[in-house]
């Protein structure tokens, strides 16, 4: 493993020269925030030694170029809503916080694209393109607390991937400070390229370990005339999973498809003190579709009333899309509720394999005596599976979980998944990833990271281990 020098008082002097001095901390107070994302097992934190709010690409440049020469490790950080312990500063180190690059700095209606910073709200960029009459799709649950930057770096997924694709196909361009301290211009405003390696894409997705990024050209579409977003509300897990094949194969083509299981469903409710129908045994498929007018949207809910019934729907609702999607996206807070530990899975299979996989993980998680609460972007086959705590001691919950692991993954590969559909691997599945990596790939990846990061200066220790 690289040996890390400490960030000596002299270093942080050199760093203060760079950014200026308000735009940098070394109060432990003020660095806990930044030693941890939204990943609550304390075993994940770790404190930097110094956190920077640069303003600019060179800035960051420049302290890639003073981090190589003396060793020491850089972590970038968005928002810090991760959940795999990603932007934690395994080594210590410096933190580059982009929050104070902030801005959008171009809209264009005609083309329809909007250059932003790397630390615009997620929510801001949709408002953004909306008061210009415009759609910006990606859709994370927290995008009230995420940045563009972070879903960038995480190719963060969430409510509208099935029809719009992950926040990696919402770019254009980016604009990068690589791990040696170059400011390169990745992509181009393009509706194709064959023009070299993809060098945009391997960025996009790869943890904050591969660069920094400073700049962001998304794409941006017509807002959709008419929406619509239905409850339908199963007796069972198998009921309202099996709509989902239904649903596509049916051409309607939602934009988004969403799953709550019951057990979901009640630790909602409790949490917003708030009743939900049928919450006594309803597993709930959220639907929703756009439409070119009225008619379109009446035919289409017609259809979904149809198929749902069909597939044993309790009922079918019409539901008010604030009091749902406020639901749908208190999942996480809610099991935080009854367990603040728990096991976030965040597994992802073909889309004809997700009840088969919920149904055998729900049976493998008995099994164990672990409870989960089970929320799914169902439409794309990614399963958030949370194992909770509860009061098992440290070193059962340990035991008990890595069986658990131990097995589901065994099938979700076996059903030709992955480990992480949006989460990403972070730190905290860096051992699962190279347990269930195919090793050529692994050594694929490692290839490169060490090619574009010699000394291992940026974001180590993530996703797999070098050397
Ligand atoms: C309530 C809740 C709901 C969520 N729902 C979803 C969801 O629906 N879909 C989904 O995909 N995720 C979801 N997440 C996870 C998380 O919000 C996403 O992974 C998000 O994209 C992280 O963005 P962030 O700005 O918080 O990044 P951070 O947590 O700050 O960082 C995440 C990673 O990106 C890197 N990084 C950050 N900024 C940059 C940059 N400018 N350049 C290079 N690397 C950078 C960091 O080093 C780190 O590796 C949810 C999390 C919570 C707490």
Known sequence: MTKYNPLTAELVKELESIVGAKNITVDPEKMETYSHDEETDPRYQHMPEAVVFPETAQQIADIMKLANRVLVPVVARGGGTGLAAAAVPLFGGIVVSTERMNQVLEINEDAMYMVVQPGVRTDDVQKAAK?????????????DSCVIGGNVATNAGGNRAIKYGTTR???YAIEVVTPLGKIVKLGGRL???????????LVMGSEGTLG??????????????????????????????????????AGITPTCVEFMDNGTVKSVEHFLKTKQPHSDVGNYIIIQVEGQSDEDLEDKSVLLDELCMQNGALEVLVAD????????????????????????EDMVVPVNQIANLMHQAAEISTRYGLAARIASHAGDGNVHFHVLKGDLSDEKWDETLKLFQKEVYTLVYKLGGKLSGEHGIGYKRRQLMEEYTNPDELEMMRAIKKALDPNLILNPGKIFTVE
């Open 321 to 344: 899309p604030a009091k749902i999607w406020h639901a749908r996206k208190s999942f996480l807070e809610a099991a935080r509720e009854e367990s603040l530990i728990q096991s976030k």
């Open 191 to 201: 509706e194709k390229s064959t023009t070299g390696y993809s060098l945009d894409h």
């Open 131 to 143: 008061e210009k009459g415009l759609f910006y799709a990606g859709d994370p649950c927290s995008g």
């Open 169 to 171: 196909h919402q770019v």
């Open 212 to 249: 920094i990024i400073t700049e962001i050209t998304l794409k941006l579409k017509p807002l959709p005339n008419k929406v619509i977003d239905l409850l339908a509300i199963f007796p069972t897990i198998d009921q309202a999973i099996g709509i989902v094949t239904k649903v596509i194969k």
